[in-house]
């Protein structure tokens, strides 16, 4: 019976290990530098900063499985009527245009996809955010202009945060990475 169980257990190890080799054979990381980043400040004082982060998207991004973007935020909450949301919400909005794009928060300036999307982030230095772009990614990639950008920051909701986006934390230099699998 132990015999088995040892059997069955490095059965379970070696298939374990053998999908994690093969997930990063499929794999492609591009890192986003200071220049894909703009810092736009509302003038609508209750959002705070946010951010412009515009993603260059290779023709065969079309054929990708999953296309992520990360990148790293420092996050405080906004004290509200005594009380502070110690997880506020950060929103990403994809752009349709993003040459076209005039600082403000027009609604019809937004793709109509499967972003935008809100997530909760703890308050504290160094956030890891992750934030699944396939989707947007997939259809940029088939167009002339394979270039996209997304908003973020506390842009709709309760405006209970505020976020920063922090350059030089990846493994590399830059702001965010795209990862691509295939």
Do not use: H
């Not at 088995?4 to 999908?19: D, E, H, T």
């Not at 790293?72 to 349709?96: C, G, H, I, M, N």
């Not at 794009?101 to 972003?115: A, I, N, R, T, V």
């Amino acid at each position: 019976m132990a015999k088995n169980m040892l059997l069955i257990v490095v059965g379970a190890l070696s298939i374990l290990s053998l999908g994690a080799t093969s997930g990063q054979a499929g794999r492609t990381s591009l890192y986003l530098d200071t220049t894909a980043l703009a810092t736009f400040t509302p003038e609508d004082p209750n959002l705070g900063v946010y951010y412009m982060l515009t993603l260059s998207v290779p023709p065969e991004a079309a054929r990708a499985k999953w296309v992520f973007v990360e990148f790293y935020v420092d996050v405080s909450a906004r004290e509200a009527q005594d009380a502070s949301d110690q997880t506020p919400l950060l929103d990403v909005f994809a752009l349709k245009d993003k040459d076209g794009y005039s600082g403000s928060l027009d609604p019809s300036q937004f793709e109509p996809l499967s972003l935008p999307m809100a997530r909760p982030v703890a308050v504290g230095q160094d956030r890891r955010v992750v934030i699944d772009v396939t989707e947007i990614v997939r259809k940029r990639a088939t167009e002339p202009t394979s270039i996209c950008a997304l908003l973020i920051g506390s842009l709709t909701g309760p405006r209970s945060g505020l976020f920063a986006i922090k350059p030089d934390r990846l493994d590399q230099p830059g702001v965010a990475r795209l990862t691509f699998f295939d």
